[in-house]
């Protein structure tokens, strides 16, 4: 097998499919040109039966859907800024609040307010990890 049939990415595989869709042919013979072209490879049958299913049904795109109204998952120093002033706002708020007033997924929240802003929940607060004596009498 050449080394360049590894590097097929998901449109030009599709196109493909979808070439052979247009000649009429049958998943099975699809998939058997694949696989005796590609060995280990190639696509499953089901993958080509699925393919099919959806140029019949007149789905004929090649490119892949958008995840529309995927939660942000990146930590920007913008977010943990915006996190540590609704706790500075109010200490008692829970972290499943921050999370849809940001628009971000809740199991970021928590890692962020651990690690980046160094607090953890004490009761129904959040306060900083490390505190004086001082600090301990106020609570």
Request: proline share 6%.
């Amino acid at each position: 097998m050449s080394g360049y049939a590894r590097d097929f990415n998901n449109i030009e595989t599709r196109t493909l499919k979808f070439l052979f869709f247009l000649q009429g042919k049958t998943p099975k013979e699809i998939h058997a040109i694949r696989t005796e072209t590609l060995g280990e490879y190639a696509s499953s049958y089901a993958t080509f039966k699925k393919c099919d299913d959806q140029f019949k049904r007149g789905n004929f795109s090649t490119c892949d859907a958008p995840c529309p109204g995927r939660p942000k998952t990146l930590t920007t120093p913008e977010i943990i800024d915006q996190i540590h002033e609704l706790i500075l706002e109010e200490s008692r708020i829970p972290a499943k609040s921050i999370a849809e007033q940001l628009g971000i997924s809740c199991e970021r929240v928590g890692p962020i307010i651990h690690e980046y802003l160094d607090k953890r929940k004490l009761s129904t607060k959040w306060v900083p990890k490390c505190l004086n004596a001082d600090q301990k009498r106020q609570l």
